[in-house]
């Protein structure tokens, strides 16, 4: 298993379900969200280092997969700021 490195610094699990909830939230359909998490998974095993991938290298490659796969949500996702 991999784990995720927060923007904090703290490391959790890579959860897949966050890839598809967000593809989802920026208006994805079920299949455009289980490509990008299965793309991000598949990439994973080159990413990490020690078992290790930062969340911006994530959400790149998430970001550079759904821009194939969907542009215009990609462009949505991309612009999408979380809540501080």
């Known amino acids: ?11 959790e699990d ?4 966050k890839i598809v909830n967000g593809v989802l939230k920026a208006g994805g359909t079920s299949e455009d969200a289980e490509k990008v998490a299965a793309g991000v998974e598949a990439w ?5 280092v020690n078992g290790t991938v930062n969340f911006l290298d994530v959400r790149n490659k998430g970001l550079e997969i759904l821009s194939t796969v969907n542009p215009i949500v990609a462009a949505s996702f991309k612009a999408y700021k979380k809540p501080a």
């Open 1 to 11: 298993m991999f784990k995720f490195q927060k923007k904090d610094g703290t490391l």
């Open 14 to 17: 890579f959860n897949r379900n």
């Open 44 to 48: 994973l095993p080159t990413a990490a």
